[in-house]
């Protein structure tokens, strides 16, 4: 009862003393606004990417187009999201006023449309060239065919590993503290050093990134059993 007692104290006194759970539960909202515009903005670069990718790959044309996507892959997929942000915050805009929830949706959207890219491309190249055939017999030319029957079938079958791209998004928003932007894991770092108390805010914080990875990682089972379902009927 003892060891009850001074853990209830204890969580009191981090949490609650002070309205110290705000900074929590504010922090969430950052990281949620942050993860839902960052995974739009990498899903529109990186369906764009992929199709410029894709249509070099198979047709030849688009070379200049290719060769900035190719440069653009290397560069983001080839540094540290975090030096990302930091350039993008303190070199970039390092003499614009612009809110520090705008600069991490761009940093992380921008990181995660090089990975969604690659995602889809590989879709794309998935698919029989007979479906070209198929679209051009139809009398569609090559924008048609890709948008009515390739597109379609190659996001069905990349669905699960853009959802598990996604999931790792909403982790490496945790990197947003590195601008001063008060997301859910500097929320618990400044409760960590407003009661000089480290386990409880940060295992906090570790609960909800652990239980909101979860609660993705069974959604995406459900979608690919979804999908598996509805190949075999």
Known sequence: MDFLDRFVRKLHETFIEGDRWHYLTDGLKTTLIVTFFAALLGIVLGFLLAIVRSTHDKTGKL????AFARLYLTVIRGTPVVVQLLIIYF????SVNIPKTVVAIMA???NSGAYVAEIVRSGIMSIDGGQF???ASLGMNYPKT???IILPQALRN???ALANEFIVLLKETSVAGYIALTDLTRGGDIIRSATYE????LIAVAVIYLVMVVVLTRLVSLLERRLAKSDRG
Request: aromatic content about 16%; glycine content about 8%; hydrophobic content about 65%.
């Open 63 to 66: 070379r200049i187009l290719n």
């Open 91 to 94: 070199v970039i805009f390092a």
């Open 108 to 110: 992380f959207g921008l």
């Open 133 to 135: 055939e198929a679209g």
């Open 146 to 148: 890709m948008l009515y």
């Open 158 to 160: 990349i669905l699960p």
């Open 198 to 201: 480290a386990f409880l805010p």
